[in-house]
């Protein structure tokens, strides 16, 4: 026979699948525009992260199952599964967030992605310690894994092809999907047999919903911290050697030479679903954001569908600099530079603090550029 659900179970292992997506999703976004440690932090964060979506819908699944007898979990098969679900995934969103999402790459990335959902099932099924006999449909296995590797695509789709501001949350929603899909079709497809020797079980220590509770909680607070590390810290000095710069008026931060080549250029940034532009005029910094940029004006942040290299080369390299792979800024907003170490950061002259960091091998050059400023003014 094959086994029966607890509804309630089941909503919960959805919900544990969207939340860890959408924590690994907005992490591997970001791997194309970080750079040394930062770059490393994100490839290792994302892994994480989905696969502990992977791995506690699993679970949580598995404990949603109203099975005949009382079932323990081996803990080395259970770690494996886990282990095995961080290297496959790791390897599908470095390949996929590592350049511009081509279909050859989405394809790979889908197939990895998908052998990471379908690897972390059957594992965590061999990790079942009971009298209990399962067999597996090969036609079932074989609609699970399908289902596991297209809408891995679909989902790696809409996370890194397109560009629409709500597209992370349908990515995310889509993953959710396909991890859920995968296990509870492989499940319809296992049929459960008890051995004939087996008593009758005696009950857990643990209810399954009360494990499946802790196990969720504990994933929840494991994506919330990640989730923390994504915030910004502008507010924050940077303790180490600071040098200032003359203080600049609002205006003067945000308006380019009138004779500057980027002059009447105008990028389409979008906010609310609304597509609109913003006059270069007002930029201040660009930030990459995976395949798409942020920009920021001195009080708001917008989304632009362009590139930071297709940003770039609409900028006047006299007023704008990209001081770091992912970051360009206006240099006469530039109100001072932090050093600690070998990392440096700089804060903008504007209503909002912003904060930018800046690359080791740009440090020097912005240095001199800032101080022949100091003299000039």
């Given at each position: 026979m094959s086994p029966s659900h607890e509804p309630w179970l089941v909503a919960l292992s959805l919900l544990m699948a969207f939340q860890g997506s959408y924590v690994g999703l907005n992490f591997a976004r970001g791997i194309e525009g970080a750079g040394g440690t930062r770059r490393r932090q994100r490839i290792t964060?994302?892994?994480?992260?989905?696969?502990?979506?992977?791995?506690?819908?699993?679970?949580?699944?598995?404990?949603?199952?109203?099975?005949?007898?009382?079932?323990?979990?081996?803990?080395?098969?259970?770690?494996?599964?886990?282990?095995?679900?961080?290297?496959?995934?790791?390897?599908?969103?470095?390949?996929?967030?590592?350049?511009?999402?081509?279909?050859?790459?989405?394809?790979?990335?889908?197939?990895?992605?998908?052998?990471?959902?379908?690897?972390?099932?059957?594992?965590?099924m061999s990790a079942l310690h009971t009298g209990l006999h399962m067999v597996h449909q090969p036609t079932m296995v074989a609609a699970s894994a399908v289902i596991g590797i297209a809408a891995s695509g679909a989902a790696l789709w809409f996370g890194f092809g397109a560009r629409a501001p709500g597209s992370l949350m349908l990515a995310a929603a889509i993953l959710a999907a396909a991890i859920s899909a995968m296990h509870y079709t492989a499940m319809a497809g296992?049929?459960?047999?008890?051995?004939?020797?087996?008593?009758?079980?005696?009950?857990?220590?643990?209810?399954?919903?009360?494990?499946?509770?802790?196990?969720?909680?504990?994933?929840?607070?494991?994506?919330?911290?990640?989730?923390?590390?994504?915030?910004?810290?502008?507010?924050?000095?940077?303790?180490?050697?600071?040098?200032?710069?003359?203080?600049?008026?609002?205006?003067e931060a945000v308006q380019p030479p009138p004779a500057a080549p980027s002059a009447n250029v105008r990028l389409p940034i979008e906010k609310d679903g609304i597509s609109r532009t913003l006059d270069v005029a007002r930029l201040v910094a660009v930030q990459a954001q995976g395949h798409y940029t942020q920009l920021f004006d001195g009080e708001h942040s917008w989304f632009c569908p362009l590139t930071i290299s297709?940003?770039?080369?609409?900028?006047?390299?006299?007023?704008?600099?990209?001081?770091?792979?992912?970051?360009?800024?206006?240099?006469?907003?530039?109100?001072?530079?932090?050093?600690?170490?070998?990392a440096a950061t700089v804060v903008l002259a504007t209503k909002v603090a912003y904060r930018v960091p800046v690359a080791r091998s740009r440090k020097g050059w912005l240095k001199d550029r800032l101080r022949t400023r100091s003299v000039a003014a």
């Open positions: 964060m994302a892994s994480l992260s989905l696969a502990l979506a992977i791995w506690t819908m699993h679970f949580v699944g598995m404990l949603a199952a109203r099975l005949p007898v009382a079932v323990d979990f081996l803990v080395l098969p259970t770690l494996v599964s886990f282990l095995v679900c961080v290297l496959v995934v790791g390897f599908a969103v470095f390949f996929v967030g590592s350049g511009r999402p081509s279909r050859g790459r989405l394809v790979l990335a889908s197939l990895f992605m998908g052998a990471g959902i379908v690897s972390m099932h059957y594992l965590g296992t049929e459960v047999h008890v051995h004939a020797a087996v008593r009758a079980a005696t009950q857990p220590a643990l209810s399954h919903g009360l494990l499946a509770v802790v196990v969720s909680v504990v994933a929840f607070l494991v994506s919330g911290l990640f989730l923390l590390t994504l915030v910004p810290d502008r507010g924050d000095a940077t303790p180490g050697e600071v040098v200032d710069f003359p203080p600049l008026a609002q205006a297709e940003v770039e080369a609409q900028l006047d390299p006299a007023v704008f600099a990209r001081i770091h792979r992912s970051h360009i800024v206006r240099l006469l907003a530039i109100a001072s530079l932090h050093k600690a170490g070998d």
